[in-house]
């Protein structure tokens, strides 16, 4: 299969979700904004709030015959049409797909999830920095982070990037970056206040790094701490109103976290933005 970098207008193909809207309904501490979606073939990945920029950071693919087209996008938030805007990002060889990704607030930094498959079974990380311009450099697999048995997956970077967290096999580790640069650290197990069982999709921190918002099961789940070298709490239930949907994952909230974006698969994947009552 052949792969290509995404190049192409998007502004006139999206749209809100062809489904019925009150699927996407809750009874509990969200309110149902929109369903944000795409044409037939075109493929969301996970979506990421920005902490420096009221936008979305999330992935399209497209596929036509033997060629799969990808690439990273970010979406404004808060206005009635959105124009997406392609990153000028090269592909990574024998890795066909750009999946769930996260920044660095300068924008300086990109850390995306890659699979080799073109799905999402054994992912690997990958990294890529400005070159100098606005266009970034070819991802480069971080290499010491990924285990080729496990799935690595759900990055999230700290605002300053010097922090890098994300899911190994459902199982939270986070690693430093390399004082050059080029990589990060070995990475280590995320630290509770107590024996942590429960097995973490994906997760959202806000700027400080102290309070983190968890999916697991299909539920939200919240923990706190009171220094960013201080242990998590053990997670608590913040809200089980989506426990009925067929998939969730991929959550994030704006800066004044009051509106929450979600990544919601069923037939169609689609983005879907709440807001707290």
């Known amino acids: ?6 190049l192409f207008a998007l502004t006139s193909v999206w749209s809100l979700a062809g489904k019925c809207q009150q699927e996407y309904q809750t009874f509990g501490k969200f309110k149902f904004v929109e369903a944000i979606t795409f044409p037939v073939n075109y493929t969301p990945g996970p979506a990421q709030h920005l902490s420096h920029a009221d936008s979305l950071l999330l992935s399209l693919t497209y596929e036509d015959d033997d060629t799969l ?9 808060g206005v009635a049409k959105p124009e997406p805007q392609q990153l000028p990002i090269p592909p990574l060889e024998g890795y066909p797909q750009f999946l ?3 920044m660095a607030g300068n924008a300086s930094l990109i850390v995306m999830t890659v699979n080799r498959f073109g799905g999402w079974i054994i992912n690997d990380m990958a990294m890529t920095r400005r070159d100098g311009t606005a266009a970034y450099t070819t991802p480069v697999l971080l290499q010491n982070l990924n285990d080729p048995a496990e799935s690595d997956a759900y990055p999230f970077l700290s605002a300053d990037g010097e922090r890098l967290y994300f899911l190994q096999n459902e199982r939270l580790m986070v690693a430093k970056a390399q004082a050059d640069g080029s990589g990060f650290e070995e990475a280590k197990a995320v630290q509770f ?29 919240k923990s706190t701490r009171k220094r960013r070298d201080a242990a998590f709490s053990l997670p608590a239930i913040f809200t089980t109103e989506f426990e009925s949907f067929p998939f969730i994952s991929g959550l994030s909230f704006n800066k004044k976290q009051t509106d929450m974006y979600l990544y919601y698969s069923d037939d169609e994947p689609v983005i879907l933005h709440y807001q707290i009552k």
């Open 1 to 6: 299969m052949r792969v290509k970098i995404l």
């Open 69 to 77: 087209y990808t690439g990273l996008f970010t979406i404004p938030t």
């Open 193 to 221: 206040e107590g024996a942590m069982e429960m097995l973490i999709l994906s997760i959202w921190m806000d700027k400080k790094e102290k309070t983190m918002w968890m999916v697991a099961d299909n539920r939200i789940y």
């Open 100 to 102: 769930q990704a996260t």
